[in-house]
């Protein structure tokens, strides 16, 4: 049984306006189960007065809307309606519309599951309407928007059809063996295949500043213990979200803090120093230094001014292998530290920002060094931004690649085939319940 589903679609707490959802070829009896007598009007909102259906007692004024199926969100009969965001109304109104038989509450993600299933939109639109929910940035949001008009959904739309014309001349030449078949098919057939070969890789070329705009551009902060990594983490959040104390070996785990520079997220990461250390949970937060700064898009490698700088850099040894700035810190203690330490390691070769992370100097400057070190981002672009669209885009490579060298037609259609299911996956054309469930548990319970 399809039941109809009920559900809060703005958070929980104290507020001036609450948003209930209903979803489902019932939904229009929520209307008679909250004592609302007069027919409603399509897509206009109606103020109108909640009552107990058995009491006739006033559980408060709202705004309600109708929108029949198929034009609504979720593709259903959908009743919307705007109370006060008051808990003992929401918990009235939900306990009176969940005894209406039928009736039962949403899963998470169970509205934007069905708007999917009903073809409402595809799952690459789905994936971007929770990134838009989750977005934090101007530029999280215009990417969230794009691919949720569709724009990013084209793209894989037209490389579906390119598959499926390189697949059809296969098909001819199948079928149709003994006819005057122009002689260049064969030709032909490689070069659609290539077509969508490069059609791919422009997409993947994306992939890497689209994840970045996404998921934020990763700063692992690294250096001997204490280097002052706390408090500069501290200082670029402007607030103590580390803990720290002249006492080595304080950080044991990675500590995150999200920022927003010019429009642009980025991710940090205070990190436990690195050194060799008998003491098994710091042992642990080295280990995590040491995948964080593989993991990371930029490293501010931090040194100490007051200690020896060639003994800090062998400590950290020949883990230094990413796009790396060299920080400077408690320079308002030796003042007359020179600004460069080239040759003091092979692994140095650029001017090092002088800080103190301790009064806040330098702090501006070395955020603006982190934002000039990014490629411009082309607001307008079509960017690839989920590991699982990558992961598919490059199955399907490998397939096309198999097609290209295959000289029976039979498995060169297969190959194809394949190519073109892996497409399917990122769209959601093809059924896989497991995406789906990982995907839509994700989300909030009222989307």
């Not at 934020?216 to 001997?224: E, F, K, Y």
């Not at 009064?359 to 990014?374: F, M, P, T, V």
Request: charged share 25%; hydrophobic share 40%; with cysteine.
């Amino acid at each position: 049984m399809n039941h109809t589903i009920v559900a809060l679609a703005t958070p929980l707490g104290k507020s001036g306006v609450a948003v209930i959802r209903i979803s489902g070829e019932d939904a229009i009896k929520s209307v008679a189960a909250l004592g609302i007598t007069r027919p409603l009007t399509l897509r206009k909102a109606e103020y109108c007065k909640l009552t107990h259906p058995v009491t006739g007692e006033t559980i408060d004024h709202a705004l309600v809307l109708y929108f029949s199926a198929p034009y609504s969100f979720t593709g259903e009969d959908v009743v919307e309606i705007q109370c006060h965001g008051s808990r003992a109304v929401i918990r009235e109104v939900i306990d009176m519309l969940l005894a209406v038989d039928g009736f039962r509450y949403a899963e998470a993600g169970e509205f934007t599951r069905r708007a999917l299933e009903n073809g409402k939109m595809d799952l690459i639109q789905v994936e971007a309407l929770m990134d838009l929910i989750e977005s934090e940035t101007p530029l999280q949001k215009a990417l969230a928007l794009r691919q949720l008009g569709g724009d990013v959904s084209s793209q894989y739309a037209m490389l579906e059809e390119l598959l499926v014309e390189a697949r059809a001349f296969c098909e001819v030449f199948i079928d149709f063996p003994d006819d005057d078949l122009p002689d260049t098919m064969d030709k032909q057939i490689n070069q659609k295949i290539s077509d969508c070969r490069n059609h791919i890789m422009t997409l993947l070329s994306t992939s890497q500043a689209g994840q970045q705009i996404r998921e934020g551009i990763q700063v692992a902060i690294i250096g001997v213990p204490n280097a002052g990594k706390s408090t500069l983490i501290n200082a670029i959040a402007g607030r103590q979200i580390s803990i720290t104390s002249p006492i080595e070996g304080t950080t044991r785990d990675a500590i995150e803090h999200y920022k927003d520079i010019d429009g642009v997220p980025y991710r940090f990461f205070d990190t436990a120093g690195i050194r060799e250390t008998f003491d098994d949970v710091e042992r642990q937060g080295v280990e995590i230094a040491k995948r964080l700064l593989n993991e990371s898009d930029v490293t501010l490698f931090l040194l100490d001014a007051t200690k020896s700088i060639p003994e800090q850099l062998k400590t950290v040894g020949e883990i230094v292998s990413r796009e790396t700035i060299w920080v400077l810190n408690k320079c308002d203690v030796m003042n007359n530290f020179p600004k460069n330490i080239l040759g003091l390691s092979e692994n140095v070769s650029r001017e090092t920002i002088c800080i103190s992370a301790k009064d806040g100097g330098g702090i501006d400057a070395l955020l603006k060094n982190i934002a000039e070190r990014r490629a411009p981002i082309a607001t307008d672009a079509i960017f690839v931004t989920r590991q699982r669209h990558i992961a598919h885009l490059r199955n399907a490579l490998v397939e096309l690649e198999k097609s290209s060298l295959e000289y029976d037609l039979v498995l060169k259609s297969e190959y194809l085939i394949q190519a073109c299911r892996e497409v399917g996956y990122v769209l959601g054309k093809i059924h896989i319940d497991r995406v789906l469930d990982v995907l839509f548990s994700s989300f909030c319970i009222g989307k």
